[in-house]
């Protein structure tokens, strides 16, 4: 079967950086996304990663390794705004996306 | 602003009541989904639409119904069917291109009670 893993929960303090970890199994690989979601809102895109490598974007940067499965969203500098649940989302090889179920970031001052 | 939008935001039913909730795109896009979110889950897709009065089922779809008869709209009825339909409801359109991100409406919150 097709399985995406993240951590239930992760707290971090205001200013620090964290990394948010994303494992997956999934048949045929076409791009890996991560979206941020606010507590009772929708999710919003925040990247995509389908070669191997680092994206980085602001103060949110995105890791893909293919050949292990795996996946990092890092966040620098963080932001009591920053407090979210983060949706790891894998393409495989039909289009369809696979959805992990989400590492909600809480943030302390 | 091009957008997406859903409604209601909250809807309670009683059990044994159909209710449908409203998507509307004026994105101009053809392809447009419908998630369901339980706590604990990720994403489940209930049905999607790739073009207008075309749709197929997603993994969930049992218990659901929607129609596609105008590109910008995409309601899903939630039929009594449905065993546990108390979830948030999101409703989605890719955007076209290569990476193909999904721009979400707000939700809807259905509570049954």
């Known amino acids: 079967g097709q399985n995406i893993d993240q951590p239930t929960e992760m707290t971090a303090t205001e200013g620090a950086i964290v990394q948010i970890n994303c494992t997956y199994q999934?048949?045929?690989?076409?791009?890996l996304f991560w979206y941020q979601q606010h507590a009772g809102e929708a999710p919003t895109f925040l990247s995509y990663?389908?070669l191997d490598g680092l994206e980085e974007k602001g103060r949110f940067s995105s890791f893909l390794s293919r050949s292990k499965g795996y996946s990092y969203l890092l966040l620098k500098e963080l932001q009591m705004k920053d407090s979210a649940s983060y949706l790891c989302?894998?393409?495989?090889?039909?289009?369809?996306?696979?959805w992990g179920a989400g590492t909600k970031l809480i943030i302390k001052p | 602003d091009g957008g997406i939008t859903q409604s209601p935001k909250y809807l309670f039913r009683k059990e044994g009541q159909n209710v449908t909730l409203s998507c509307e795109q004026n994105?101009?896009?053809?392809?447009m989904y419908w998630y369901r979110q339980d706590p604990g889950q990720g994403l489940r897709l209930i049905y999607y639409?790739?073009?207008?009065?075309?749709?197929q089922k997603g993994d969930i779809a049992e218990g659901y119904s929607v129609s596609r008869e105008k590109k910008e709209s995409f309601p899903l009825t939630v039929t009594s069917a449905q065993k546990n339909p108390t979830a948030f409801y999101l409703c989605a359109t890719p955007r076209p291109g290569d990476t193909g991100e999904l721009f979400f409406g707000e939700g809807s919150r259905l509570t049954v009670l």
């Open positions: 994105l101009n896009h053809d392809a």
């Open positions: 990663n389908v």
């Open positions: 989302a894998v393409m495989d090889s039909n289009y369809q996306l696979i």
């Open positions: 999934t048949s045929g690989f076409n791009g």
């Open positions: 639409s790739q073009i207008v009065n075309d749709f």
